[in-house]
């Protein structure tokens, strides 16, 4: 059974302060990894994909550890508005032939900036 | 944003109704996605449509029927669901692409919450 692991928190961060999150798979035929965000009472967004070599957008910063099956995504200088749960989120690509595959998503580490 | 719309947005029914929930994609993508949202769980994969076949369900009770008449809509069939089936039902798209390849990118829609007396 696939599984993705995440601690729910909720971690309690002050404005600017650097966060990170990490978030474990069990399956090693993985071959996709994202980090998305769900605001309250949303739909949940793509944040960022994830690359073997680590891949940095802005203040976020996505990096995977194949060997240890972990991904970890941190945030720098914590804005209010990166208040959200953030889904760490994996795929593999087991079809052949065309077809689509779906997302196999953790239950979410819930992030609270303070002011 | 109205890359895909699902509707309604809220539904409340009893055990013994059957209803049926919408979803249309307006970005151009050949996949499409029934995702369930529970408290305190994961998103769980439904049903997975490419190229408007079904190419996976993940062992989705048969009170859940899925139908996907062109690449732009998608639906949602319910008869005779349990409390248990309360949650946000999700939609989702995304392009596959040629060759086998298909983007990751999933665009969701807003969601279904759904509550079952």
């Known amino acids: 059974r696939k599984e993705v692991e995440q601690d729910p928190g909720p971690f309690n961060v002050p404005e600017g302060a650097t966060v990170a999150f990490n978030c474990t798979y069990s399956?090693?035929?993985?071959?996709?990894f994202f980090w998305y965000r769900q605001d309250c009472r949303k739909e949940p967004k793509l944040l960022m994909s994830v690359y073997s070599s680590g891949n940095e957008d802005g203040r976020f910063t996505a990096q995977l550890n194949r060997a240890s099956q972990y991904i970890s995504l941190l945030i720098r200088d914590s804005k209010l508005s990166d208040s959200a749960t953030y889904l760490c989120?994996?795929?593999?690509?087991?079809?052949?032939?065309?077809?689509?595959?779906?997302?196999?998503f953790g239950k979410g580490t819930h992030l609270i900036i303070q002011p | 944003e109205t890359g895909v719309t699902q509707t309604p947005r809220h539904l409340v029914m009893g055990m013994t109704n059957k209803k049926s929930l919408k979803c249309e994609q307006h970005?151009?993508?050949?996949?499409m996605y029934w995702y369930k949202q529970s408290a305190k769980k994961p998103l769980e994969l439904m049903f997975v449509y490419s190229l408007e076949e079904r190419v996976e369900n993940n062992s989705v009770p048969s009170r859940f029927s899925p139908e996907c008449p062109n690449s732009s809509h998608l639906f949602l069939h319910l008869h005779t669901l349990q409390p248990e089936d309360s949650a946000l039902y999700l939609c989702?798209?995304?392009?596959?692409?040629?060759?086998?390849?298909?983007?990751?990118?999933?665009?969701f829609g807003p969601g279904t919450r759904l509550t079952v007396l």
């Open positions: 970005l151009g993508h050949n996949a």
């Open positions: 989702a798209s995304s392009q596959e692409l040629a060759g086998g390849t298909f983007t990751d990118t999933q665009y």
């Open positions: 399956n090693s035929a993985s071959q996709s």
């Open positions: 989120v994996v795929t593999e690509h087991t079809y052949s032939g065309g077809g689509a595959d779906g997302l196999t």
